[in-house]
């Protein structure tokens, strides 16, 4: 770290630190005290200093002040909170890709306070929900999630404003409808199970439980005052042979019924999987390779996979085997993906589920 300080020093004094460690050696506070005290007076400068700590067994517990600290805890929460850094762990219950993805989040800075509001050129948005922004604060490169309704057409309008280190911005985004991407039954399913909450946290009225009701039947989902059945056979319900196989949902998309016309088809199988899945392409003759790309997101939106697509330039038809893995190889966490082709002019996209 002294080194990493030093360098810091002599390279422009203005840059963040990121100390990833499994280390137990500085537990104790008289040894953790003084080293803080150390790196404070080798800073010129404060300089915000982050700690991934994946340190997840044979730990040393240290009694501290009436609580009890595992490993380098001491040391790694009073340092990053003095110098502004933030302090992530495995224990007890993240994986090391997850810890390393909220620290590199939060290593370009806080957003203090935040306001994002949507809308059609020719039209509205309402029903907006977010799910992973607290009230009015996040960080710079965390993704911000958000569902909502619109009536309108296209472009879609984006204006954001906030605080970002003392200092106010106001930018404004404008998407246009060959940039967006169309999901599939699912983002309505997530909307109204939002939509049905909120109602819930409401005076119960008659309009509103009767609100909730129809919400909840339309889109299968439930809610305080519906249920659904299960049916035996003997009672007129139906086996599934096979309930894991929902490929014939999700695995194709085709947006032109003409053939000759027809746009890229997609096709996934098996999905959902949990080996691997092949993922086979169709493309139309005028789409030319150098122009397209192949990529599989999150539901973050970060790219979880890049496909490689030299060699396959005079095919029309080929297909990438994915088997669940980041792009150096790492397996990646039971969930919904999205496989995507993008041109020039326009995006497809793909929904695939992966189960462990």
Not at 21 to 39: E, P, R
Request: proline fraction near 3%.
């Amino acid at each position: 770290m002294a080194n990493g300080i030093d360098f810091v020093k002599t390279n422009g004094n203005n840059a963040s630190i990121l100390l990833i460690s499994d280390s137990d050696q500085a537990g104790a506070y008289q040894v953790a005290n003084q080293l803080i005290q150390d790196l404070q007076e080798q800073m010129e400068a404060t300089l915000p200093i982050h700690v991934a700590d994946f340190q997840n067994q044979s730990w040393t517990w240290n009694h501290i002040g009436g609580r009890s600290y595992r490993g380098n805890e001491y040391f790694y929460s009073n340092l990053t909170r003095l110098t502004g850094g933030n302090f992530f762990r495995v224990y007890p219950n993240y994986s090391f890709s997850n810890i390393l993805s909220s620290v590199f989040e939060s290593l370009d800075g806080f957003i203090s306070t935040i306001d994002i509001h949507t809308t059609m050129e020719n039209g509205f948005c309402y029903g907006r929900y977010n799910f992973n922004l607290n009230n009015t604060t996040t960080y710079l490169k965390q993704p911000i999630l958000q569902v909502g309704k619109f009536y309108g057409t296209f472009p879609f309008t984006i204006n954001v404003s906030g605080i970002y280190q003392s200092n106010m911005f106001s930018q404004q985004f404008i998407i246009d409808e060959s940039s967006a991407f169309y999901a599939d039954s699912l983002s309505e399913e997530i909307w109204t199970g939002n939509y049905i909450q909120s109602l819930e946290a409401e005076n119960q009225t008659n309009d509103i439980i009767s609100e909730i009701i129809h919400h909840s039947l339309k889109q299968r989902i439930l809610s305080y005052y519906t249920a659904f059945l299960c049916l035996e056979p003997q009672q007129g319900g139906k086996i599934m042979s096979n309930p894991w196989d929902e490929s014939e949902l999700i695995s194709m998309i085709q947006m032109a019924n003409n053939t000759e016309d027809a746009d890229t088809l997609f096709q996934a199988y098996p999905n959902p999987f949990n080996s691997q899945t092949a993922i086979k392409i169709k493309l139309r003759s005028e789409i030319e390779m150098k122009d397209i790309s192949f990529k599989i997101y999150n539901i973050m939106g970060q790219v979880v996979k890049i496909f490689n697509i030299e060699g396959i330039a005079p095919k029309r038809e080929f297909e990438f085997i994915w088997d669940g893995t980041y792009q150096f190889g790492q397996v990646v966490s039971s969930g919904s993906y999205i496989f995507t082709m993008s041109t020039k002019t326009k995006k497809q996209s793909l929904k695939l589920l992966f189960m462990k």
